[in-house]
């Protein structure tokens, strides 16, 4: 079968069928009188064997190797393909980021978009103190896209360098609110507290209630301390019983206390916050150190009812929980009289 006949039945074009010939990767078996190359029926196989091949990504030098050494496994060039093709997929998804940062950021001309490129140069430096700069030394009328900063948020692991970026994150007016609730949906917990940090500091952007208020089931414990405490200060009630939570642990006990402080200048929470706080109390799992955090949230509520189970706590059993109940209590006495003087002056 001459070259061009050849050519139209497997559909590979002439010239390549030329270059495996010079490459010795598919030769013909014969030449005619005139010296045309003419391929056997076991060439023509060979050719849809090295196609079918490229078909998976393999360069023609590999296909040879594959082809010509029957000791190389199938297994260990499958492999480096593999690796190749995530490695040539990680590139492609970074530029894929970096033309869909630029569209977001619509810059008016081409000096707008070597900024941006310069911008993401920056945030991705090895440095730390560079990307910190990349923010904050950033001149006012060069503005940061919100959904390049969320994306840097994101993947930052240096504390000081990720303040820098939630700040200028939530300047930028909640454009990335959409970038943090994609993040608040990855496996790595890392990446859903820096996500929940970042809303924690924007919680009136919009959709970013939602997103917390989301985040209040996600099982890792941080994550819904972050959103606890920033719907606390929203007022939203949801943010109840983890709060209490954070107090019975002992984790961030003291912010959760303020946060219930707050939510309880609301009629509506005051009684549901208090008695949270006293099954707490009476819970047979609680410890001293526990039930004395417990009685320091208290002091912390609106209301007469949490004093007068502060009052009850001053006679507790517990030596050291009526202690520090009897000195809460005399706080609540000195507080009481300072706001009645104040209200007589």
Known sequence: ???????????????????????????????????????????????????????????????????????????????????????????ERELLERLRAIDASAPPDWQGVLRIVELMRELHSTSAAQRQQAVLARPEDVPVPAEMLAEAVLTESDPHVAGALRWALARSGGDGVGALHAGMHAEDADIRRRAVLALAEMPEAPGAAAV??????????????????????????????????????????????????????????????????????????????????????????????????????AHDDDAAVALVASALVGVLTERSLADHAEGHS
Request: hydrophobic content about 45%; overall charge negative; aromatic content about 2%.
């Open 212 to 313: 917390l208020a989301d985040a209040l089931g996600d099982p890792d414990a941080t994550v819904r301390r972050h959103a606890a405490l920033a719907l606390g200060r929203q007022g939203v009630a949801a943010a109840v019983p983890t709060l209490v939570g954070m107090v019975v642990e002992g984790a961030n006990d003291v912010d959760a206390a303020e946060v219930l402080g707050t939510l309880s200048l609301d009629p509506g929470c005051t009684d549901r916050i208090t008695t949270a706080l006293t099954d707490e109390l009476a819970a047979p799992t609680a410890d001293s150190a526990t039930r004395i955090r417990l009685a320091q949230a208290l002091v912390e509520l609106a209301g007469t009812t949490a004093q007068e189970v502060l009052r009850q706590l």
């Open 1 to 91: 079968m001459l070259i061009g006949d050849v050519a139209r039945r497997s559909g590979v074009s002439t010239r390549m069928l030329r270059h495996y010939d010079a490459l010795g990767l598919v030769r013909p078996t014969g030449r005619t009188v005139g010296g045309y190359r003419e391929y056997s029926a076991e060439d023509v196989r060979r050719i849809f064997h090295v196609e079918s091949l490229r078909s998976l990504g393999l360069s023609l030098k590999q296909i040879g190797r594959a082809l010509e050494n029957p000791a190389l496994t199938p297994s260990a060039l499958v492999g480096e393909l593999i690796r190749q093709t995530e490695d040539r997929l990680a590139r």
